[in-house]
C-alpha cells in the first residue's frame, strides 16, 4: 500500500494563480481531511470529507475548494492564491472503528506564493 | 467545542534524561486522545492513542501517555530520551462516541523536543 500521497511536493504561485493540491489514498478509508501548518499554530483543518459526494468546512476554509467524486481522491484547488496561504499542506485519511478517528497522513506539499 | 493546550513550544533534554511533553484538553464529551510525532520534512505519524479502558497507554518507541480524567490531562512520557527522539510532537483529541460516527480532530499547536548529547 502507497497510503496516503500527495503531489506536488512543493510549489511557488503567484498571487491571483490558482492550482489544485492532490491527495489520493489507496486504503478504502472512508473519511479524508485537508490541514494546513503553520509555525506555533499546529495544524488547523480545511475541508474534510465523510464520503464521496459528502464534504464540509472545518476551521479555516476561506480561500479554498474541495470535492469528492471517488473513494480514493481528495483534491484541494486554490482559487485565488494569496501570500496569507503560503503553508504546508497535509491530507489525511481516516476510518472510524467505534467512534475512533485514527489519521493517516501524507507527505505534505510546502507552497509558496508571492 | 474541544481543544488541546501543550505546554512549552520547546523542551530541551540531554539524551538518557526523562521525556515530558504536557497536554491538557477540553471537551464537552468523554475525549478520545492521540499523541503524533512529525520528523524534519516530514508528515505526522501516530505514536499513541486513548479511546478507553486503560488509562496508560504505550505506544511505539518507548513512548507512553496516562490520561487523566480529573486533570484533564494526557501527558507523554519516556523513561531515557534518545537522539533520533528529537521531533516536533502533537497532541490531537476527538469526541469520543461508539454511535457518533465521524469527529473531526483538533490539534494543540505542538511542541519541539530538542535531544542534546
Known amino acids: 500500500n502507497a497510503g496516503v500521497t500527495q503531489t506536488p511536493k512543493f510549489q511557488v504561485l503567484k498571487t491571483g494563480q490558482s492550482m489544485t493540491l492532490q491527495c489520493a489514498q489507496d486504503?478504502?478509508?472512508?473519511?479524508m481531511s485537508w490541514y494546513r501548518q503553520d509555525p506555533g499554530m499546529g495544524l488547523r483543518l480545511i475541508h474534510y470529507s465523510v464520503g464521496a459526494g459528502i464534504t464540509d468546512q472545518g476551521e479555516v476554509p476561506n480561500g479554498y475548494n474541495v470535492s469528492r467524486s471517488t473513494t480514493e481522491d481528495f483534491p484541494l484547488r486554490l482559487l485565488s492564491a494569496a501570500p496569507s496561504q503560503t503553508s504546508v499542506y497535509f491530507c489525511?485519511?481516516?476510518?472510524?472503528?467505534?467512534?475512533?478517528?485514527?489519521?493517516?497522513f501524507g507527505p505534505g506539499t510546502r507552497l509558496t506564493v508571492t | 467545542a474541544q481543544s488541546v493546550t501543550q505546554l512549552g513550544s520547546h523542551v530541551s533534554v540531554s539524551e538518557g534524561a526523562l521525556v515530558l511533553l504536557r497536554c491538557n484538553y477540553s471537551s464537552s464529551v468523554p475525549p478520545y486522545l492521540f499523541w503524533y510525532v512529525q520528523y524534519p520534512n516530514q508528515g505526522l505519524q501516530l505514536l499513541l492513542k486513548?479511546?478507553?479502558?486503560?488509562?496508560l497507554v504505550k505506544g511505539i518507541n518507548g513512548f507512553e501517555a496516562e490520561f487523566k480524567k480529573s486533570e484533564t490531562s494526557f501527558h507523554l512520557t519516556k523513561p531515557s530520551a534518545h537522539m533520533s527522539d528529537a521531533a516536533e510532537y502533537f497532541c490531537a483529541v476527538s469526541e469520543g462516541s461508539e454511535n457518533s460516527g465521524y469527529s473531526t480532530l483538533t490539534f494543540g499547536k505542538g511542541t519541539m523536543l530538542l535531544v542534546s548529547p
Open positions: 486504503m478504502n478509508h472512508e473519511y
Open positions: 489525511a485519511s481516516s476510518y472510524t472503528a467505534s467512534g475512533v478517528n485514527e489519521q493517516y
Open positions: 486513548y479511546t478507553t479502558g486503560a488509562t
